[in-house]
Nanobody
Framework: VQLQASGGGSVQTGRSLRLSCAAS????????MGWFRQVPGKEREFVAA????????YYADSVKGRFTISRDKLKTPVTLQMNSLRPEDTAVYYC???????????????????WGQGTLVTVSS
């Protein structure tokens, strides 16, 4: 079971990026998924999550209204559409699987068991 995040890059303030999280193996369909981000010297912070039933999404206050998490169980497990990007969104972004099957996701890194390698997003002013 492996996750691989992609889609990061360097953009200017106000632009958009779409992150994707590809998975090997099939052990994701019944698990909630999340995105986190981290900057050097700071803890990894929650960005967004989506439940395994696809019925609910959760967002950090800092990205609410600008970011959208979605998933298609048949293909890429989770994507993160990021609009109206700001310099403070600059970070390495990680996708992760919440480790409890058939459970709604948490909003801290605790409980997520598989992590992608991260993709760097840089937003310049």
């Amino acid at each position: 079971v492996q996750l691989q995040a992609s889609g990061g890059g360097s953009v200017q303030t106000g632009r958009s990026l779409r992150l994707s999280c590809a998975a090997s193996g099939r052990a994701f369909s019944n698990y909630s998924m999340g995105w986190f981000r981290q900057v050097p010297g700071k803890e990894r912070e929650f960005v967004a999550a989506i439940t395994w039933r696809l019925r609910s999404t959760y967002y950090a206050d800092s990205v609410k209204g600008r970011f959208t998490i979605s998933r298609d169980k048949l293909k890429t497990p989770v994507t993160l559409q990021m609009n109206s990007l700001r310099p403070e969104d600059t970070a390495v972004y990680y996708c992760a699987r919440y480790g409890s099957i058939y459970r709604d996701p948490g909003t801290t890194p605790l409980g997520y068991d598989y992590w992608g390698q991260g993709t760097l997003v840089t937003v310049s002013s």
